[in-house]
């Protein structure tokens, strides 16, 4: 696919480029904080799954994340598994969010202060296969959970990207655990195509004498239980919200190039290209015609693959 052609089918793609956000996620933490004042009064905020990096950009943006009480600094510390290019303003861990070593080098960072916010908008590679891309994500949205637990302050807020499958009422039930106000938004900029759609937690609030762990409840076999069977007050109803000006572009409309008579198009690169992507190695056989033949090193035979966003 051309550059013109991913451009013309993305608007929010196209957007992020043009205003130097280095992924066009950046707009769904601009309209979750929209609707919900995430920023106001933040101190410390910690990104967790941040490569490339536009929700870190959003949040260290001075604008963005208004001064707390006092005046004081605002610390952001960025966690991904991959590198990413430095960005002023944010401290970089590489690392893995399921590791509790990660949980002390954020709250190290932060000099043994809890965090006021933390945002996830972690994912796995998409294996394309519905039930397994979903179970995958609800074990990183408790990894998020089970590491925010460990940094957060009480009444605190954290936000994690969610897929809205069979088994959300589960997710929704272990996070109403810790926070009073649980609602599960759907910015604008996300694709009503894509069952994904965000959680923002409100309020945190651990049940009395709860130590952080790392262990993993949906593993454990005293959940059996479907969630989903639960009738009456038994079953949490988490308010569903679309956010974002309602006048704004449409993630799964096609717009013309052109937005303004009389503005000529002009391709904007990438804000930040990835470092390292895995699909470099699939792009240099696929131009050199060698993706299906026979005599390719075994590790780089690729019929076809796909690409994921939402
Ligand atoms: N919010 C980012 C932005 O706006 O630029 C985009 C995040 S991207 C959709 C998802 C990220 O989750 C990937 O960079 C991936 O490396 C990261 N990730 C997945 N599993 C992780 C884990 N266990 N620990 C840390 N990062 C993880």
């Given at each position: ?15 992020a ?116 891309d ?37 997710l ?11 609602t ?6 996300s ?11 409100q ?27 639960l ?80």
């Amino acid at each position: 696919m051309g550059r013109s052609s991913k451009d013309k089918r993305d608007i929010y793609y196209r957007l992020a480029k043009e205003e130097g956000w280095r992924a066009r996620s950046a707009f769904k933490l601009l309209q979750l904080d929209h609707e919900f004042n995430l920023f106001t009064g933040v101190n410390r905020a910690v990104d967790l799954c941040a490569a490339p990096g536009s929700w870190s950009q959003v949040l260290s943006r001075e604008e963005k994340v208004e001064k707390g009480e006092g005046g004081e600094e605002v610390k952001i510390v960025a966690v991904d598994l991959q590198a990413m290019a430095p960005l002023p303003g944010v401290t970089q861990i590489q690392g893995d969010i399921t590791k509790v070593s990660t949980a002390q080098e954020i709250i190290r960072h932060f000099e043994g202060q809890p965090a006021d916010l933390v945002v996830c908008d972690g994912a796995p590679d998409v294996t394309g296969l519905h039930d397994v891309d979903e179970y995958i994500q609800a074990q990183l949205l408790l990894a998020a959970l089970n590491i925010t637990t460990h940094v957060l302050k009480p009444g605190g807020t954290f936000v994690a990207k969610i897929f809205r499958g069979k088994d959300v009422t589960l997710l929704y039930s272990q996070l109403k655990i810790f926070f009073s106000g649980v609602t599960c938004a759907k910015p604008r900029s996300s694709r009503n195509s894509s069952i994904e759609a965000f959680v923002v937690c409100q309020n945190y609030q651990p049940p009395e004498g709860y130590v952080p762990n790392m262990s993993n409840p949906l593993l454990d076999h005293s959940y059996d239980v479907d969630f989903n069977q639960l009738e009456g007050p038994n079953r949490v109803i988490v308010p569903f919200l679309a956010c974002g000006d309602l006048s704004a572009f449409d993630s799964d409309r096609t717009y013309p190039l052109q937005l303004d008579a009389g503005k000529q198009y002009q391709y904007t690169p990438p804000t930040q290209p990835p470092i390292h992507p895995p699909y470099q190695q699939a792009c240099h056989l696929r131009k050199n015609n060698l993706l299906s033949r026979e005599d390719a090193p075994t590790d780089c035979k690729y019929t076809s693959f796909t690409t994921s966003g939402a």
